[in-house]
């Protein structure tokens, strides 16, 4: 089975930095996704990393440690806007498929 | 470009009602599909999905059924709603399951809203 740990709630200031932890206990695993959810809506694809190390993208960075079952998500420059919920996914093998399984998500509030 | 779709976005059903959610993915073929639930302030649970026509797996015993009756349509169903059955559903999709290279991002449709009361 999986099991993906990620805080329940964080709160940063606009301009901040804030980084997002999650770790993961998985077989078979093939890559980690970050997801933003904002309340109401679907959630949309922010990063995906299957090797070590870090993929910067704008204002959001992900990092992956494999052997350490961990990864974090980076937002620099906070903005108001990204108040909302952040998914962390991992990917990995069953029943000869691979299948993204969800993390429970990190509520973001970002005050000013 | 690829679009999906669900509907309806929002229902308010009684108790022991039967449900039917629908989705349909456009501009790919073979498509992997996923059906996941997600509770007030919680994650997202995945109830089901499926590789191919016809082929479902269920990841969580309920009274919840899928189907796959064409490639690019998936179908969300209960022949008896009950209240703890309540919350948004979201269809999604991703390319080829069997790839160890790409991202497969997945891609959610708008998510339906269900209210069993």
């Known amino acids: 089975g999986q099991n993906i740990d990620q805080p329940t709630e964080m709160t940063a200031t606009e301009g901040a930095i804030v980084q997002i932890n999650c770790t993961y206990q998985?077989?078979?695993?093939?890559?980690l996704f970050w997801y933003q959810q904002h309340a109401g809506e679907a959630p949309t694809f922010l990063s995906y990393?299957?090797?070590?190390g870090l993929e910067e993208k704008g204002r959001f960075s992900s990092f992956l440690s494999r052997s350490k079952g961990y990864s974090y998500l980076l937002l620099k420059e906070l903005q108001m806007k990204d108040s909302a919920s952040y998914l962390c996914?991992?990917?990995?093998?069953?029943?000869?498929?691979?299948?993204?399984?969800f993390g429970r998500g990190t509520s973001l509030i970002v005050h000013p | 470009s690829q679009t999906i779709h669900q509907w309806p976005a929002t229902l308010v059903q009684p108790v022991g009602s039967p449900l039917s959610l629908e989705c349909t993915v456009e501009?790919?073929?073979?498509?992997?599909l996923y059906w996941y639930r997600q509770a007030a302030g919680r994650g997202l649970q995945l109830l089901f999905y499926?590789?191919?026509?016809?082929?479902i797996s269920s990841e969580v015993p309920q009274n919840l059924s899928a189907s796959r009756p064409q490639d690019r349509q998936f179908i969300l169903s209960s022949k008896k709603l009950l209240l703890s059955d309540s919350g948004f559903y979201l269809c999604?999709?991703?390319?080829?399951?069997?790839?160890?290279?790409?991202?497969?991002?997945?891609?959610f449709g708008e998510g339906s809203w269900l209210t069993v009361v």
């Open positions: 990393n299957v090797l070590d």
């Open positions: 996914a991992v990917r990995d093998l069953r029943g000869g498929s691979y299948i993204p399984t």
């Open positions: 499926s590789v191919g026509i016809g082929q």
């Open positions: 501009g790919t073929s073979n498509p992997n």
């Open positions: 998985t077989s078979g695993f093939n890559g």
């Open positions: 999604a999709w991703n390319r080829d399951h069997k790839s160890r290279v790409s991202g497969n991002t997945i891609y």
